[in-house]
């Protein structure tokens, strides 16, 4: 019999955020963690948990060890993910992001973004079939950790003034995090547009303060947390890094080793210096012997228009199309690099 752990996350977010809020919480405090559960992998399907119901937890795919084919999408749209053949992870396929890893093929970064193995069919949806980062490792702790200084495209800021649609379930979000959160008018509509509350969730978080946030943490005894909305300073920041490395030096070393060859890799990247990077991440992944990270998320990942070129450090300003990775990863190493020189 096979026995797996994982994160169990029956309640979701908006509990932990109600009772941050009203009680003035920070996201310093672990009490929102999801304890991890037991499921049966041997047992009929029937009997097993589904996995798409664990969901929700952490970084966008959280494995289960060597040779276990389960899967779960994390942070992002719900049922995105399958799991694949042969340590693949199947996505459902965004055209954006089907166009991002063509280019990446032939790219610096393709060392650096999971193997695009091309598209599949599966009832009647389309998948982009991508390497399962976590198969090499055993009982991985994984970090998801949401690159730039904004999460919105600047053509979404330009809609939602000419034509703004004010979401409920947006605002309900916002409510449960801060109930003083929404403007008057947005109060009296009952609603937000999307690119207010993105813009709302950047400020919270370290995006536009660090330009980079934890999206979630899963650590290697399965139980994990995205509940970092609030994590915005840097030490706050730094003490959710160390707590994630649980005192393992020799994933510090090899993070902070991959974090200079990303950076080189970027600095020299033809795609990298043509596209804006929204919502992109880089995804950490360590055991007890090994660690490497990863660029991925290319959904909202788009070509700079014609005649624009960003250095990707300049502060973002409406219009110079700037999303302030290297900022970001700047920002990270050098947290990292503390934390190894206090070790
Ligand atoms: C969601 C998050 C997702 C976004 C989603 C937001 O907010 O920003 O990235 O989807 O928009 O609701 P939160 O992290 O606070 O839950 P996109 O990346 O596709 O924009 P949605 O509600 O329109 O799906």
């Known amino acids: 019999m096979c026995r797996c752990t994982l994160p169990r996350l029956l309640f979701g977010s908006v509990t932990a955020a109600v009772k941050m809020a009203s009680t003035g919480g920070s996201d310093d405090d672990l009490s929102d963690w999801e304890s991890p559960v037991d499921i049966d992998l041997d047992a009929p399907p029937s009997k097993q948990m589904n996995p798409w119901s664990v969901v929700t937890s952490v970084a966008k795919w959280v494995g ?8 779960t999408q994390l942070a992002g749209h719900q049922g995105s993910f399958q799991a694949g053949e042969s340590q693949t992870v199947l996505k459902k396929l965004l055209e954006r992001e ?10 610096l970064l393709k060392d650096f973004t999971p193997e695009y193995r091309g598209d599949v069919q ?46 409920k379930d947006i605002y309900r979000k916002m409510t449960d995090l801060d109930p003083d959160a929404p403007t008057p008018e947005e109060r009296e509509k009952g ?117 624009v070129k960003i250095d990707h450090r300049t502060p973002w300003v409406e219009g110079n199309h700037e999303d302030e990775y290297l900022k970001g990863l700047e920002n990270l190493t050098a947290i990292f690099t503390e934390l190894a020189n206090d070790t």
């Open 64 to 71: 289960l060890g060597k040779n276990k084919k389960l899967w």
């Open 191 to 307: 609603g937000v547009t999307k690119a207010r509350y993105l813009r709302w969730r950047d400020e919270m978080s370290s995006s536009v303060n660090l330009s980079f946030r934890i999206e979630g943490i899963r650590k290697d005894d399965g139980s994990s947390s995205k509940d970092f909305k609030r994590v915005n300073l840097r030490n706050q920041v730094r003490e959710k890094f160390r707590f994630f490395l649980g005192g393992n030096k020799i994933a510090l070393e090899a993070y902070l080793k991959r974090l200079e060859a990303i950076k080189a890799a970027e600095e020299s990247s033809e795609f990298f210096s043509q596209h804006e990077l929204v919502g992109s991440s880089l995804l950490f992944v360590h055991d007890s012997e090994k660690a490497n990270i990863w660029i991925i998320d290319f959904g909202k990942t788009q070509a700079l228009p014609a005649g």
């Open 122 to 167: 599966k009832q009647g949806e389309t998948y982009l079939q991508l390497q399962d980062l976590l198969s090499g490792f055993t009982c991985p702790c994984v970090m998801d950790v949401k690159m730039g200084c904004r999460t919105y495209h600047e053509e979404e800021l330009k809609n939602a003034r000419e034509n703004p649609v004010f979401r």
């Open 98 to 107: 089907r166009q991002c890893y063509v280019n990446i093929q032939c790219d």
